[in-house]
């Protein structure tokens, strides 16, 4: 089974945020253990004086110092945003695939951009999902897997409908359930998806791919387009999802 984590970044009722952004990893589940324990050796290098395992790898609050991360210099704050991400170009990267939806909220309007974000999300992964059973012969399910938010049950009764009705693109004959919600202060897996959403939230809504750039071959890609990252826009645009649609697409 693959296991795609989902978090998200940007605020729909923000103004002064044009994006909203869901993001995540897909594990295989024989790799969930190795990338936790790459997760931990990368806060164990940068806070030696913690307990690994205890430090949770929230975005927003490393890259702005807040709370526990404020006695945390800069310069750290921001390698360890680095070497947590590179985790996806790491030993367990053949088992790991990036997605990412980012969503212009006014171009979608009146549709709720969070559903909008989720139905695109669900069918990449299933399609990602349909690729694997034709390259290797095994059929996979996938599970998805949310941060805890208010979106839980609106998330939950679009998933059972997608499954029965399928989505715009068709059915989603390989997710195995709907979605479960945990805490993200207790799996590292929901904490690497919260870095994508927030990696991608800096490119998008504030033009800095110092983030993102480094592992933008880790999103979901065949023949040279990157189907695992997805922008909605109506503005041109040379990011990775644009480009490779408008050159192999």
């Not at 927003?60 to 006695?71: P, Q």
């Not at 990267?93 to 999300?121: Q, T």
């Amino acid at each position: 089974m693959h296991i795609l984590y989902v978090d998200m970044s940007g605020n729909i009722g923000n103004p002064g945020e044009r994006h909203i952004i869901m993001a995540g990893v897909a594990v295989y589940e024989t790799a969930i253990f190795h990338v936790i324990e790459e997760l931990n050796r990368v806060v164990a290098r940068n806070l030696p004086d913690h307990d690994a395992p205890e430090v949770e790898l929230h975005g927003n609050a490393i890259h702005a110092g807040r709370r526990f991360w404020r006695s945390i210099p800069r310069d750290r704050r921001k390698s360890l945003l680095q070497q947590s991400l590179a985790v996806l170009k790491g030993p367990s990267r053949r088992s790991l695939r990036a997605f990412g939806m980012v969503v212009d909220k006014a171009l979608v309007s009146p549709e709720d951009p969070v559903e909008h974000a989720f139905e695109h999300i669900c069918s990449r992964f299933n399609i990602f999902l349909k690729r694997r059973y034709q390259a290797t012969g095994e059929k996979q399910r996938g599970l998805l897997v949310f941060d805890e938010d208010k979106y839980e049950s609106t998330l939950q009764t679009l998933a059972r409908d997608f499954r029965t009705d399928g989505t715009r693109w068709g059915n989603l004959r390989n997710l195995a359930e709907v979605p479960l919600f945990v805490d993200s202060r207790a799996t590292r897996l929901i904490q690497l998806a919260d870095l994508i959403a927030y990696a991608l939230f800096r490119r998008y809504e504030r033009n800095d791919l110092s983030l993102i750039t480094p592992v933008i071959e880790c999103f979901d890609q065949q023949g040279g387009v990157v189907h695992g990252l997805y922008h909605k826009t109506d503005a041109p645009c040379d990011c990775a999802a644009c480009a490779s649609r408008k050159y192999f697409g």
